[in-house]
């Protein structure tokens, strides 16, 4: 199993900057793509980004061009640069890792999460 452990949430201003880690432990040997999920205050979770063993990125259409997805596969830890916050970014950020090519792929029953973190946007 695969243990996700995420940091660096908390309260920002519209428009500030907040920078998200998740370190992966246990069998990172299994780990494949990584990404990031968020869940809103009612709504349901929704893919950020991920990002793949090699290196290839995704996003999700309302974060592109302000978030940023990046891992240290030497350090097992995948990041989340984010600018440009809005009130619409308020949500618990989830960390997620699975062993196949893609995060969008996978069933979420099946795929290992972290425990989450919160990110406040005040406007």
């Known amino acids: 199993q695969v243990q996700l452990v995420e940091s660096g949430g908390g309260l920002v201003q519209a428009g500030g900057s907040l920078r998200l880690s998740c370190v992966a432990s246990?069998?990172?040997?299994?780990?494949?793509?990584m990404g990031w999920y968020r869940q809103p205050p009612g709504k349901q979770r929704e893919l950020v980004a991920e990002i793949t063993s090699g290196g290839s990125t995704y996003y999700g259409d309302s974060v592109k061009g302000r978030f940023t997805i990046s891992r240290d596969n030497a350090k097992n830890t995948v990041y989340l640069q984010m600018n440009g916050l809005k009130p619409e970014d308020t949500a618990i950020y989830y960390c997620?890792?699975?062993?196949?090519?893609?995060?969008?792929?996978?069933?979420?029953?099946?795929?290992?999460w972290g425990q989450g973190t919160q990110v406040t946007v005040s406007s």
């Open positions: 997620a890792a699975t062993s196949q090519s893609r995060l969008i792929w996978v069933p979420r029953s099946f795929l290992s």
């Open positions: 246990g069998s990172i040997f299994s780990v494949n793509a």
